[in-house]
Each structure stands twice: as structure tokens, then as C-alpha cells.
Nanobody
């Protein structure tokens, strides 16, 4: 059973930084693309960033480009999302998702493997 656990969320002032982590267990980490999604109150869940199986290719939503950096450590089965220059509109619950299909991980997310989410709150 593949499980994903996010950590690293919290409260930060606008302009600050946070680093989220997503650790995957119970499967072969190296076969999965891993993505980050977020859902703000009253809004639909949206794609933020994803990374290829090798870590060589990142994918970003326009809202994340230039401010967020995704990376992975396959030896630790962990994907990171470094978030800099945070804005109040980045406030949301952040989820990670794993799938073998890159199209799913960079759009709506694969249906099977999601973490429980970590809250990010950016104060103005």
C-alpha cells in the first residue's frame, strides 16, 4: 500500500519561505511522478508543481514559476517544495500526489495516491 505523508506547513508572513516535504512509502518510489496540489477554502484543488521520476524535469503552474522550486531525493523517497516570496493568496492546504502518468500528476492528480495535506497560511 503506497502512502504519502506531507510535512513542513505552517504560518509565515508574506515574503517568507517554507519547505514542504512529501515522503512516499510502500511502493517503488522511482516509478512515480510526484506532484503538489493545493486547495484554498471555497476553491477547487489546483496543480502547483510536479517532478519527473528522475528529478530532471520539473513542471510548474504559472502561479509557482519563479517562486517555488520542486526537487526530489530518490534515496529518501521524498519530494520537496521550496516556497519563497510567499503571498497571502498562497494560503491553502497543500497535498502531494503520486502517479505513473505525468499528464494526471500535472493536471488533476492521479486518483489513487494522495497525502493527508499540510496547512500553509501566509499572513499579510
Amino acid at each position: 500500500q503506497v502512502q504519502l505523508v506531507e510535512s513542513g506547513g505552517g504560518l509565515v508572513e508574506a515574503g517568507g519561505s517554507l519547505r514542504l516535504s512529501c515522503t512516499v512509502s510502500g511502493g517503488n518510489f522511482n516509478i512515480y511522478y510526484v506532484g503538489w496540489f493545493r486547495q484554498a477554502p471555497g476553491k477547487d484543488r489546483e496543480f502547483v508543481a510536479a517532478i519527473s521520476k528522475s528529478g530532471a524535469t520539473p513542471y510548474y503552474a504559472d502561479s509557482a514559476k519563479g517562486r517555488f522550486t520542486i526537487s526530489r531525493d530518490n534515496a529518501k523517497s521524498t519530494v520537496y517544495l521550496q516556497m519563497d516570496s510567499l503571498k497571502p493568496e498562497d494560503t491553502a492546504v497543500y497535498y502531494c500526489n503520486a502517479d505513473i502518468n505525468v499528464v494526471l500528476v500535472t493536471t488533476s492528480g492521479g486518483k489513487d495516491y494522495w497525502g493527508q495535506g499540510t496547512q500553509v497560511t501566509v499572513s499579510s
